[in-house]
């Protein structure tokens, strides 16, 4: 075999890989999304689940996750961005630093089940919050704390050196270098890792049913201060998020629907996840024009 018809070979084997992917993802969302748009209405978006009659929905299911994800994005957005910076800009090679990776390293490989028996009992039973919105935050938390890290470190040590040393030989100290130099021109990486970030935590199930728990009470949305036990910004509450709704339809529920109210939410979730994607790509190319 000469080496063009190697090339031709190899060629073709990555754009058979290349087109089977693709091939595999478009089946998979073009059979959610076809069975459940059928579903998907106003009323079924915005109305409580049913226990036992058909007919119920999905609309508290969809606020707790949203507001359960801007929850663990305020805990771990500020915690990355500084363990980013640290790990770009101030972290030498050394014992400690390889300890640091190897933490992150191993939390990011943690199976988010595991996440969620750890915060069953540290969230959940030595605070005494009980099954919480809080409580899965946290979880979230956990699971989503290494890729943050991550995404700010390359987007700190992708930023052009010469912008850097620039900034200091202007007399500008290190400090006002990384706030006002290198993360200004790391933003679009960052705002693009972040929101990726929060597409893939929306989807997250396994450690919220030890956590945020399985059930979710009657809000009163004309209740707004979280203090009050119904009011749903309360984060003390149960919060079923839709990805958990979905797998306590198929496993426990008694509705007559069951495969409708599943094929529905199933075809929402992928709805909101692939548009925090597109969004990321968006933003991305947007904020690199502007900058470019």
Not at 77 to 106: F, H, S, W
Not at 235 to 243: C, H, I, N, S
Not at 252 to 263: F, G, K
Not at 278 to 287: D, K, N, S, T
Request: net charge positive; charged share 10%; with cysteine.
């Amino acid at each position: 075999m000469n080496a063009r018809t190697a090339d031709k070979l190899a060629t073709g084997m990555f754009w058979a890989g290349a087109l089977t992917v693709i091939a595999l993802l478009l089946f998979l969302i073009g059979y959610i999304l076809y069975h459940g748009a059928k579903v998907i209405d106003w009323h079924f978006l915005t109305s409580p689940p049913t226990n036992i009659a058909a007919g119920g929905g999905i609309g508290p299911q969809i606020f707790n996750s949203f507001y359960l994800l801007v929850l663990s994005m305020l805990i771990t957005v500020p915690i990355g961005l500084l363990a980013g910076v640290y790990m770009a800009e101030y972290a030498k090679n050394g014992p400690l630093v390889k300890i640091i990776r190897t933490c992150i390293e191993t939390l990011a490989s943690l199976p988010s089940i595991v996440v969620g028996l750890f915060g069953l009992i540290i969230f959940v039973n030595m605070t005494g919050w009980g099954y919480s919105i809080l409580a899965g935050a946290f979880a979230l938390s956990v699971i989503n704390l290494p890729f943050i890290v991550r995404v700010t470190e390359e987007s700190i040590t992708g930023v052009q050196k010469e912008y850097k040393e620039g900034s200091l030989a202007l007399g500008a100290t290190k400090w006002q270098t990384i706030v006002k130099v290198l993360l200004p021109t790391a933003f679009p990486g960052l705002i693009t890792g972040f929101v990726i970030s929060a597409g893939r935590i929306f989807g997250e199930a396994a450690a919220l049913l030890y956590t945020a728990g399985m059930s979710s009470p009657n809000l009163n949305f004309s209740r707004w201060l979280p203090t009050y036990p119904t009011s749903p910004f309360n984060p003390f509450r149960p919060g079923e998020t839709l990805a958990v709704h979905i797998w306590k339809v198929n496993s426990e529920s008694l509705i007559p629907d069951v495969r409708a109210v599943a094929d529905g939410s199933a075809a929402v979730l992928i709805i909101v996840v692939l548009l925090f994607n597109i969004l990321a790509r968006w933003i991305g190319r947007r904020m690199q024009k502007r900058m470019g």
